[in-house]
């Protein structure tokens, strides 16, 4: 493999265990928060010790969420300094308001939350989580609004002499249509994604049968949040592609693997075959007209098709391959959207027996609700894949190739010496979170009087 | 252009800044070991940075932000040429950061141990390889008309750059070890004295040898200037408050130190940003690594809107968590402390 596969390959990796954990933090975040304000409105015991135990899920996730970012923050440098290079002026800021903005506030509240419980009012105390949380969401807009101009780039103009993108309207970076709907879209999976967890917990521990009236209650407060939040979550993310058809068409066509153009448009369900080279899979399944209402918001909308889009390309920008990998393209769209079906019928599921006053009892469900931990993760993958597999060969639509953005100085061995080293750094990490989640997972609720009690740290 | 200096600064307040603050928590994590013998001895000195690092280690994320924001070649050479220094500090950064939450996880005396040797490991390693990082800024490295690194690992690790990384680390000993006398009590506090004093007459020694040699490399003769002659001062006084057993006195010593070590480095180095070795000519300097005029002008508007903010509410977090920590508390039966649980 060359640098430049090995320096994609390790983003890639380092991206998507990244994004294993801010969603849950975020989600986990906006949740415990939820829970300690109702502890703090109604004075019901379980409501704090359920706090307690959601934070200490919340804390462990944010450790590791803040670490492998910073592996984040420096690969643009380390391998992507070509990339750094032309576009620091422009993508450099939204990192730097980051940081200033919302970073800090996250960190320093997150110590004050955890520490704090004995020290500071109940009030402020409150607020602290709150910080938090808000802190962490605004963190993912910056990020969110860095990514989103490699995928649209809005508010810059090229300097004449450099041919560097300089950046001439930071408002641009956060009215940009791409940015709006993909920030909403991650909002709504994290709370996806925490809700999923607090109800998988709860679940396990209703099966169990301790506490059920705490776990009632976070498991009634997972549903309420996740039902509406799936939902949501597909309709933004059906605008957020129309979005992207718009700007990036050749995405949108690898995701149904559609080289030629069509007016109206069929889904399909599944495919056979399909690779980079073959232009004629045979599709299973075909659903009229809803790749044109999913692609356009049009009933008989247009979708020009990838070979008419990549003639196109060449025309504009000279001859390469403009096509990004259409088996991810395919595949990740539809394992995001299926599984995302599934949660929702999960939440479905759980939002009746509540409705029927059954939710503690129902053993099956409990079971179920309980492997529906996995799918969040499995989803949110799917949609990075979808969107930044789907930009290549771009680095940054229109403006520079991925392959011109690696960096000159870096060899082949170090990248590949770099890639080895945090592979079994993530993997030793993983093992290590797994274990500590799902024994505090299944830790019994700290007796009630968790106020001024150490916690019970669990042994061998 | 006046907005790029002032990014230069604000760029060398941010690293001093982390050098201040995550300075004595680097300290305190490569110390917690040997200060706390046992293990609530070990938590308790933990403890004393328990609640801020996280907070602390913000400085060092924004500080490289900062540059890439404002001077994108800057971080584009730097992070590239010093690629396998970078892995390393960011597995030491990890280590670090996870053995803070995961060491108080699991009671068994082999998952603290290994999570001990990371924290101290990591701990001792991140000063010293920023303090290397540091130290080839102004030193020197193989940089072409491209402003590209041209050289191999071997090039890193000059004596002055290597010596640079030793100071710092034994400064971030020095600071981390009056912190802990300053915020704990009884044989805690007894033992990081003796260890502060200790090292103190070392710190001074390596400061006073490595403010010369940093003139003498930027080429500016051997007579230190003002940030120079405070270093030096600051570095004889902590070591003589230490002894002296004047904690709160010696601990802004040490920061002050700490701060001008850092500064002496910068200020140096301006108006460059990396020495080319190559040809003085191929150096980064502020006016041709510099972002456009309205990305600074924005990032000035959020840097002077949201930087008192941040100085603000740290502030206050060590103001809520003035209280000294004791062994005592982390027996069994005594309050924790530790996570949300």
């Keep these: 493999m060359s640098q430049l596969d090995l320096a994609r390959l390790q983003f890639a990796m380092t991206s998507i265990y990244h994004f294993l954990f801010v969603p849950i933090t975020i989600g986990l975040g906006f949740l415990t928060a939820l829970l300690q304000t109702g502890w703090h409105r109604t004075g019901r015991q379980e409501l704090l010790r359920l706090t307690r135990f959601f934070g200490v899920l919340l804390v462990i996730n944010i450790a590791v ?23 620091g002026d422009v993508f450099g800021a939204p990192l730097a308001m980051e940081g200033l903005a919302a970073f800090f506030l996250e960190s320093t509240f997150l110590g004050l939350w955890v520490f704090g419980w004995d020290r500071l009012p109940p009030r402020v105390h409150l607020a602290t989580i709150w910080l938090v949380a808000v802190g962490g969401a605004l963190s993912a807009a910056f990020i969110m609004a860095a990514n989103s101009w490699m995928q649209h780039p809005v508010g810059y103009t090229v300097d004449p002499d450099t041919g560097q993108p300089r950046l001439n309207d930071v408002w641009a970076l956060f009215t940009n249509p791409v940015f709006l709907r993909g920030y909403l879209h991650v909002m709504l999976a994290s709370l996806t994604t925490g809700a999923v967890l607090m109800l998988a917990v709860s679940a396990w521990q209703l099966r169990k049968g301790s506490a059920p009236l705490a776990f009632h209650a976070s498991a009634r407060l997972a549903l309420v949040v996740l039902v509406p939040a799936v939902m949501l979550g597909m309709l933004v993310g059906s605008e957020l592609g129309v979005t992207e058809g718009k700007y990036q068409p050749m995405k949108i066509a690898a995701a149904e693997a559609q080289w030629t153009t069509c007016q109206p448009c069929s889904f399909s369900l599944f495919q056979i075959g399909g690779g980079q080279n073959d232009h004629d899979p045979t599709k299973i399944i075909e659903i009229p007209h809803l790749l044109s209402l999913l692609a356009t918001n049009h009933w008989n909308g247009q979708v020009v098709g990838m070979d008419p889009l990549q003639s196109q390309y060449e025309q504009q920008y000279g001859p390469g391959n403009y096509v990004p990998n259409v088996f991810i393209q395919y595949w990740s769209m539809r394992v995001m959207a299926y599984l995302a079906v599934l949660v929702l019928l999960v939440g479905l599921w759980g939002l009746w027996l509540l409705y029927r006053r059954r939710l503690s009892s129902a053993r099956l469900f409990h079971r179920v609700a309980v492997w529906t931990a996995v799918l969040p993760p499995l989803i949110n993958t799917a949609g990075w894949l979808l969107t930044e597999s789907g930009r290549q060969p771009w680095i940054v639509q229109g403006i520079q190739l991925t392959r011109q953005g690696v960096s000159p100085s870096v060899t082949t061995a170090t990248v590949a010496t770099s890639l080895i080293v945090f592979f079994l750094l993530y993997a030793v990490l993983s093992v290590v979170e797994v274990v500590l989640m799902t024994r505090y997972a299944r830790r019994e609720l700290a007796p009630p009087t968790a106020e001024s009690t150490p916690v019970p740290t669990p042994t061998y | 252009m006046a907005l790029a200096t002032f990014w230069f600064i604000l760029t060398a307040v941010l690293w001093t800044g982390f050098f201040i603050l995550e300075g004595f928590d680097l300290g305190v994590g490569i110390l917690h070991a040997v200060v706390g013998r046992d293990e609530p001895g070990r938590r308790a000195v933990i403890s004393t940075i328990g609640p801020l690092w996280d907070g602390n280690e913000v400085w060092l994320i924004v500080a490289a932000a900062s540059m890439f924001a404002a001077f994108p070649g800057w971080y584009a050479t730097m992070f590239s040429g010093l690629y396998p220094a970078m892995v390393l500090l960011l597995v030491a950064l990890i280590l670090r950061g996870v053995s803070f939450e995961f060491r108080e996880k699991v009671l068994a005396p082999h998952w603290r141990r290994a999570w001990t040797v990371c924290l101290s490991g990591g701990s001792l390693l991140v000063p010293l390889l920023i303090g290397i990082a540091l130290g080839d800024l102004l030193y020197g490295l193989p940089i072409d008309q491209d402003q590209e690194f041209t050289g191999g690992l071997g090039d890193l690790f000059s004596a002055y750059s290597v010596f640079a990384g030793l100071t710092l680390a034994v400064l971030c000993v020095q600071h981390g070890a009056t912190f802990i006398t300053l915020k704990t009590t009884g044989e805690l506090r007894g033992r990081a004295s003796l260890l502060a004093r200790r090292v103190a007459p070392v710190t001074a020694l ?13 080429g500016k003769g051997v007579l230190p200037n003002l940030v120079a002659l405070i270093a030096a001062l600051a570095v004889l006084a902590a070591a003589w408050l230490v002894t002296v057993r004047r904690e709160g006195w010696a601990f ?37 690594s510099a972002s456009g005029g309205y990305a600074l002008k924005v990032m000035s508007v959020v840097a002077i809107v949201f930087f008192p903010l941040v100085l603000a509410y740290q502030g206050w977090t060590w103001h809520v968590f003035r209280r000294r920590v004791s062994a005592e508390q982390y027996t069994v039966g005594g309050a924790t402390g530790d996570a949300a649980g």
């Design chain 1, 65 to 87: 969420g803040v670490v492998t970012g910073l592996v984040q923050e420096f690969q643009f440098g380390m391998d992507w300094s070509a990339y750094a290079r032309t576009v």
């Design chain 2, 206 to 218: 390596a400061v006073l040898a490595f403010l010369p040699w940093t003139h003498s490399t930027a």
């Design chain 2, 252 to 288: 802004t010593a040490t920061t002050v130190a700490i701060a001008t070590t850092v500064l002496a480095v910068f200020v140096d180095l301006y108006p460059r940003l990396m020495v080319s070795s190559t040809d003085p000519a191929y150096s980064l300097t502020v006016q041709n």
